[in-house]
Nanobody, 125 residues
Framework: QLQLVESGGGLVQPGWSLRLSCGAS???????IGWFGQAPGKEREGGSC????????YYADSVKGRFTISRDGAKNTVYLQMNSLKSEDTAVYYC???????????????????WGQGTQVTVSS
């Protein structure tokens, strides 16, 4: 059973940066990983994802150019570097994993088998 644990959330001002981390137990190189955000009163939406090898990434238009997803296989950790944060980025961010390659399906919530508990990111002045 794969377990995902997010960290790195917090309260920041607009324009600032944060880096989220997703640590996994039982991690294998076969998993595709994504980050989803759930803003207050809204459904969870896919923001970014990375292939098992780390060679392929995909981003939602809302975060493209500002967020970067990466993975460190040796540490079993996936990161989300969030730059130029906006108030609309305020959400609980979830790390998700799927035991197959998803490519352009990777922003679809139902494609994922495992979810972390989430970490809160609040962007406010």
């Amino acid at each position: 059973q794969l377990q995902l644990v997010e960290s790195g959330g917090g309260l920041v001002q607009p324009g600032w940066s944060l880096r989220l981390s997703c640590g996994a137990s039982g991690f294998t190189s076969d998993y595709s990983i994504g980050w989803f955000g759930q803003a207050p009163g809204k459904e969870r939406e896919g923001g970014s994802c990375i292939s098992s090898s780390g060679s392929w990434t995909y981003y939602a238009d809302s975060v493209k150019g500002r967020f970067t997803i990466s993975r460190d296989g040796a540490k079993n950790t996936v990161y989300l570097q969030m730059n130029s944060l906006k108030s609309e980025d305020t959400a609980v961010y979830y790390c998700v994993a799927a035991s197959r390659q998803l490519f352009r399906r990777c922003l679809i919530r139902t494609e994922y088998d495992y979810w972390g508990q989430g970490t809160q990111v609040t962007v406010s002045s």
